[in-house]
């Protein structure tokens, strides 16, 4: 049981360029995220989605696109990275609802990534 | 905008001390969650507290909370070295998900 896999690692892009992170989880969850974590900022929400096919909005999405066409996969892309964009991406699952115990969400070992 | 905010910002012990951790929220939640993240690792779920309890343990940690002033407390005692990481608290309120605060970081020295 893997839980939840994040690829790549690491990644370094150039300004400008656009690349994709994957997120897979294998416990069937509902729900899903994406957070970004910079030094000092703790962890802010980029996109979530309730379930297959839908996606929304978090407090950071500017620059994020996602998508969720399978229940296990989350993608979260980048059409031009820039600088800012250089942080700890941290992707998430939680089983059904966003309050109560089925909110506890469970995490990937994140992605780091340097724009420059 | 960031719902709970951990108090202090960091803390060093020695081990076999306690140490304690304190999160303030701003608006009412049906739960908070307590997370650990070791350096470089995902965050790890530790506790969850509902908005009807008042305290909960597990293990070496304690959890409280006070709904009318809006604040949580996460003890460990008897500290070792490996509790060295951050710790977030997390609020959950209605259909809105888990809002995460900055983090405390706790150092235990052997």
Sequence with gaps: NAGVTQTPKFRVLKTGQSMTLLCAQDMNHEYMYWYRQDPGMGLRLIHYSVGEGTTAKGEVPDGYNVSRLKKQNFLLGLESAAPSQTSVYFCASSYLTFAGQGSIQYFGAGTRLSVL | ?110
């Design chain 2, 1 to 110: 905008s960031q719902q709970g905010e951990e108090d202090p910002q960091a803390l060093s012990i020695q081990e076999g001390e306690n140490a304690t951790m304190n999160c303030s929220y701003k608006t009412s939640i049906n739960n908070l969650q307590w997370y650990r993240q070791n350096s470089g690792r995902g965050l790890v779920h530790l506790i969850l507290i509902r908005s009807n309890e008042r305290e909960k343990h597990s293990g070496r940690l304690r959890v409280t909370l006070d709904t009318s002033k809006k604040s949580s407390s996460l003890l460990i005692t008897a500290s070792r070295a490996a509790d060295t990481a951050s710790y977030f608290c997390a609020t959950g309120s209605g259909n809105t998900p888990l809002v995460f605060g900055k983090g405390t970081r706790l150092s235990v020295i052997a």
